[in-house]
């Protein structure tokens, strides 16, 4: 069976354009690290300069995913053990975990509302005044939120607010290149809010594999050092950076077409009736589907049979997520299962 795949756009394929420049990369180490606190591998380093200046920041690290970058990330910033103010439904603490486990780096989660993906701004307040927090974390596009877009007057908002307390700013921009595009607002302004940023070069920009981190000098060459400790540096990267060095110069324009593609997918369901909740504002549709009377797992068992693979957020929730490899007609037949199958199982009232 074919299927309609709209799990993540993590699916994405690498382009021919990539697995070529992959083939003809200059290599060298990465791990023989020379004064400047830069590898030997020319291509890496091109991956690397390209990305800071493309974020407006003095430097860049290549991750092997964005999971490590953050984790990087967040143990250069912080001290084990301190408290860090996060979104109660943001990726790092939900999916990835690894810093706030006490068997890990062992950060103390502050937990704040973040509806729509921004943090209450009168709890961030609050949790500044009575906690000793070392860092303050926002993610961009927001995943749970189903890939909401943080405008850019809220980021000065918290930028100006988390700075008054003294504290560092960290941006999970995973999709910062998604907010980007769909705001028509450039990275670098995004970027310009936070002290550092993570950002994926492996969903919808199309690489195989691999995260960047961005920031100051000093801050990229301590989370180097972190980088090593974890295991996260890697020898010829260069080969795996010229995938990257292609996501960044041909692949970030058409992530509009992802977002055209995912707004004809939730238009085409509104008209059978389908009321999305949120409006769709990047590669993303969030479908509740509590009203089937049916929990998520099932419903996304449904889906499989019918030929659409979606991904469950929570027991009342799924996503659907559009990216390079599926096309608006894909997308479009997608919606046509999907109602089919939403109206034999409405409960009729
Ligand atoms: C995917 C994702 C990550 C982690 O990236 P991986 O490369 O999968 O480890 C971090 N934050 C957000 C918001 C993500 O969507």
Same mark, same amino acid.
């Given at each position: 069976m074919e299927f309609i795949d %709209? =799990?993540?756009?993590?699916?994405t394929q690498p382009t021919l354009a990539m697995r070529k420049a992959m083939m003809e990369a200059e290599l060298g180490d990465d791990? =023989?690290?020379g004064s400047q606190g830069k590898g030997e591998d020319p291509t890496l380093n091109k991956l690397e300069a390209m990305a800071a200046d493309i974020l407006g920041k003095e430097r860049a690290l290549f991750m092997p995913s964005g999971t490590m970058g953050n984790l990087t990330a967040l143990m250069t910033h912080c001290k084990r053990g301190n408290p860090v103010v996060v979104g109660e439904h943001a990726h790092v603490l939900i999916s990835e975990k690894g810093p706030f486990m006490p068997e890990l780096y062992g950060l103390v989660p502050i937990k704040v509302p973040d509806p729509? /993906?921004? %943090?209450?701004l009168a709890f961030l307040e609050k949790a500044l005044k009575e906690n000793s927090a070392r860092l303050v974390c926002v993610e961009n596009t927001h995943n749970f939120s189903g890939g909401a877009v943080i405008p850019l007057e809220y980021l000065h908002k918290i930028r100006t607010l988390v700075r008054a307390h003294g504290l560092p700013l960290h941006m999970d921009g995973a999709r910062i290149f998604n907010a980007a595009v769909a705001s028509g607002v450039e990275a670098k302004t995004i970027a310009a809010t936070a002290d550092s940023v993570q950002f994926c %070069?492996?969903? /919808? %920009?199309?690489?195989?594999v691999g995260s960047m981190i961005v920031g100051t000098e000093k801050f990229i060459l301590a989370a180097r050092e972190w980088r090593k400790i974890l295991g996260g540096q890697m020898r010829q990267a260069g080969v795996l950076a010229a995938a990257g060095i292609e996501s960044l110069q041909n692949l970030v324009g058409r992530l509009a077409e992802d977002h055209q593609k995912a707004k004809a997918l939730a238009t085409a369901l509104e008209k059978e /009736?389908?009321?999305?909740?949120e409006k769709v504002q990047t590669n993303m549709v969030k479908l509740d589907v509590s009203v089937l009377k049916l929990s998520s797992k099932d419903f996304q068992t449904e889906l499989t049979k019918r030929g659409v693979k979606v991904h469950t957020l929570s027991p009342t929730e799924v996503r659907l997520v559009t990216h390079k490899d599926v096309s608006e007609q894909d997308c479009l037949a997608a919606a046509r299962i999907i109602s089919q199958f939403w109206k034999k199982r409405l409960p009729r009232s």
């Open positions: %709209l =799990r993540s756009d993590t699916l791990g =023989r690290v729509a /993906g921004k %943090l209450d %070069l492996s969903k /919808g %920009l199309s690489s195989p /009736g389908i009321f999305m909740g």
